[in-house]
């Protein structure tokens, strides 16, 4: 080899090894850009308050196991389901604006996810009687009294056949009363009812079984007396 050819075979090793080293940096680069996503997974939230903060109408167990395993197992089904889709990093309202594209498992984990979200915060200790203010206004105008929003909204619940969830909704302005299968919600585009949820109660056998067995009536009787209308007034306030 003369010395020509000798410099060309340098060159070209340290131009390999230069790649190489360009490579390592691109991969490590990835690793931590795959790193920051894995941070944005979807997190079990906290319940606010303590498992046996709402007894005697939901008993502690019922919440440990609801929130610990039910509500933990959505999460995580989530986020196994959405990795390495396009639709990591997304919120789950955009998501569900065009649930009807994606994979069930998507759909039911995301509304599981969202829906017990929601359902932790609109209840509370020593909460119940009745909505004020502007919701309440709102209320008595679309269904009459407060005592009927109640009947309507248990009638709701109770005649949901399977699993799902009874809403009301602030659909095109108004109030609404529906209820959803599964773990759909007013913020999915396979929604019957579409628009802002502003309280969720929770029909699943697994929110009441073990107090009440297969009385889903009384369970939804009891629960009134957790509600946490401050937090709904907050969420109706909010509502376009
Ligand atoms: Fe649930």
Redesign the pocket.
């Known amino acids: 080899m003369n010395r020509k050819s000798f410099l060309t075979s340098v060159g070209m090793l340290s131009l390999v090894g230069g790649i190489k080293k360009v490579d390592a940096i691109t991969k490590k680069i990835n690793q931590s850009l795959s790193g920051s996503i894995q941070m944005s997974k979807f997190e079990l939230a906290n319940l606010p308050y303590a498992f046996n903060a709402l007894e005697p109408y939901i008993d502690a167990k019922t919440m440990e196991i ?1 929130h610990d395993k ?2 933990a197992a959505y999460v995580n089904n989530l986020n196994k389901a959405l990795e390495g889709t396009s639709l990591e990093g997304k919120t789950l309202e955009v998501i569900f604006k065009e649930i009807s594209k994606q994979p069930a498992a998507v759909r039911n984990n995301g509304g599981g996810v969202y829906n ?1 979200n929601l ?1 932790w915060q609109v209840m509370g200790p020593d909460k119940g009687g009745k909505p004020t203010g502007a919701l309440a206004d709102a209320i008595n105008g679309a269904f009459g009294s407060f005592e009927k929003f109640k009947e309507l909204f248990s009638t709701a619940a109770a005649t949901r056949f399977g699993s799902g969830w009874a809403w009301l909704v602030k659909s095109d302005g108004k109030l609404v009363i529906s209820s959803s299968p599964n773990q759909d919600n007013p913020l999915m585009d396979v929604s019957d009812v579409k628009g802002y949820p502003v309280l969720t109660l ?1 029909i ?1 056998e ?2 009441y079984y073990l107090h009440y067995q297969n009385r889903r009536p009384d369970y939804i009787a009891a629960w009134w007396n957790v509600v946490n209308w401050d937090e709904v007034e907050k969420r109706f306030a909010s509502s376009k």
């Open positions: 609801h039910h509500h017990h359902f929770d699943w697994h929110a």
